[in-house]
């Protein structure tokens, strides 16, 4: 009986590769997602300049242009003739590319991008419209901002291993399992290429808050405008709750961020985006958010339970109390839209419970998990939360499997989101795990983002303190 799996994948499991899709286009390999994209514009008005067809169009934003009639058959191919000069592809958008009122469109992008890589042709090609209606539109408005928000921490940053040592040391009770792994604090560059899926497939975010312990990624250009460093003490009611170690405690207190959108999206550092997605993925046309049930169920108490399930617990107590309601799905560990006011409606009405979540040094069994599942149904009980659906992937780097299904994911399924998690950090496998994932994200995001400082390599270690950059 033969594989069924593609040949192709075949071979790459075989030479131990994820396909070198990186060297596979003529661009420079440290360009960033706009640049390239301002080059497929140019490049494109190159071409309907060489065509004789420039007045044909006109741009509606950075990355898309309107046809401002269709062009003759003639005229079409001499366009394409000139595209194809400058090593431009020219494919048809799919439907959900299309704006409301656009006939069709075509997506026209690097050649290596469209033949091997068709989300990186999607995300920073050139997207071309042609209207349906006698009145073409305007230039496409800004839509209302969207800001994201990481939590992160680099666990080899030896002053902070001391404060977790010392906190640990004076700590009292029963810690709760896994409460306290390494595997809760290791940084393995995550961040750099979670950063770098949002420039490619959500250039519409408006700013990044990255949430730290006084911690600045090494390689991170906070020169940038769109990104600031947030110390916790700047966000914690109680700054005599720090130093934390806790990532519900952190949580609890992401919405006194100063200068937060009331829409923004909270990210861990392991959780990517596969392919364009766009605001309507988080939320509604009236700006209600949305949830993305898992189909795990919370489960009842037992011994030694995990920390994210005596959490979910906490939260449907608080919800069976408040509005005589149950939970009975955890969410998938993907992207969290939230409404700032939702969270701050939280904090007024469930006050004894969050304090007691910020207070908690480690996880504790007393804590809310309150932006990645007590705001969706909370939100979901006061009419400001809907479900929703998205394409996801969850692979578990420590599973004997993850390689294969990485090349899968890459090669096949693309989804929009996915995350790259380890459950058990540690043994004698772990270097291995760290050269595959940190190959499959070069791969899949081989051009560095604005945000990076580009004489910084990968793997540097974290530099202190964030106070000097705020």
């Known amino acids: 009986m033969g594989s069924l ?54 741009a509606l934003d950075a990355g898309t242009l309107l046809a401002e009639s269709p062009l003759p058959a003639p005229d079409l191919r001499r366009l394409r003739h000139a595209l194809a000069i400058k090593g431009l592809m020219v494919q048809a958008a799919t439907p959900t590319d299309l704006p409301e009122g656009a006939a069709r469109g075509w997506r026209v992008a690097d050649a290596g991008f469209a033949r091997h890589r068709r989300e990186l042709a999607d995300a920073l090609g050139v997207l071309v419209l042609e209207w349906a209606g006698a009145e073409a539109p305007g230039p496409i408005p800004a839509p209302e901002p969207i800001d994201v928000v990481y939590t992160w921490v680099d666990g080899s940053d030896p002053e902070w291993r001391a404060e977790r040592a010392a906190a640990r040391a ?38 990044i808050y990255i949430v730290t312990a006084d911690q600045v990624p090494a390689w991170l250009d906070t020169g940038n405008g769109r990104v600031s460093v947030v110390p916790h003490r700047d966000i914690f009611a109680d700054p005599g709750n720090l130093p934390t170690f806790n990532s519900h405690a952190i949580e609890s207190q992401l919405h006194r961020i100063e200068g937060l959108s009331e829409r923004f999206i909270y990210l861990n550092d392991d959780v990517f985006f596969g392919r364009p ?49 149950s939970s009975i799905f955890k969410f998938l560990h993907a992207a969290h839209p939230q409404l700032r006011s939702t969270l701050e409606a939280i904090e007024a009405n469930e006050r004894e419970e969050v304090q007691r979540t910020a207070a908690a040094r480690f996880r504790s069994d007393t804590d809310l998990s309150i932006p990645s599942s007590l705001a969706h149904y909370y939100g979901s009980a006061l009419g400001r939360a809907v479900p929703g659906e998205v394409g996801y992937n969850y692979i578990d780097l420590s599973d004997a499997t993850a390689r294969l299904r990485l090349l899968r994911l890459m090669w096949t399924e693309r989804p929009q989101m996915f995350c790259l998690n380890e459950v058990a950090a540690g043994g ?13 994200l070069q791969e899949y995001f081989p051009f560095p983002s604005a945000f990076e400082r580009p004489e910084v390599p990968r793997g540097t270690a974290a530099a202190r303190p964030a106070a000097a950059l705020n």
């Open 428 to 440: 004698r496998r772990e270097q291995e795990t760290l050269k595959m994932m940190q190959h499959f």
């Open 170 to 207: 004076e700590a009292t009770g029963t810690p709760l399992a896994t409460s306290d792994d390494e595997a809760r604090y290791a940084s393995r560059d995550e961040l750099r290429y979670s950063l770098r899926s949002l420039e490619y497939f959500a250039p519409w975010i408006n700013h």
């Open 5 to 58: 799996l593609p040949p192709h994948i075949l071979r790459m499991l075989a030479n131990n590769t994820f396909g070198g899709a990186a060297v596979r286009t003529g661009l420079p390999s440290d360009w960033t997602p706009e640049r390239i994209r301002s080059r497929h514009r140019e490049e494109f008005l190159w071409a309907a300049t060489t065509a004789g067809v420039a007045a044909h169009f006109r």
């Open 277 to 325: 997605v766009d605001p309507g993925l988080f939320y509604t046309a009236d700006g209600a958010s949305r949830y993305f049930l898992s189909k795990q169920r919370i489960g009842e108490e037992k011994p030694g339970d995990l920390p994210v399930n005596v959490a979910a617990r906490n939260n449907r107590a608080v919800l069976q109390r408040r509005f005589g309601r």
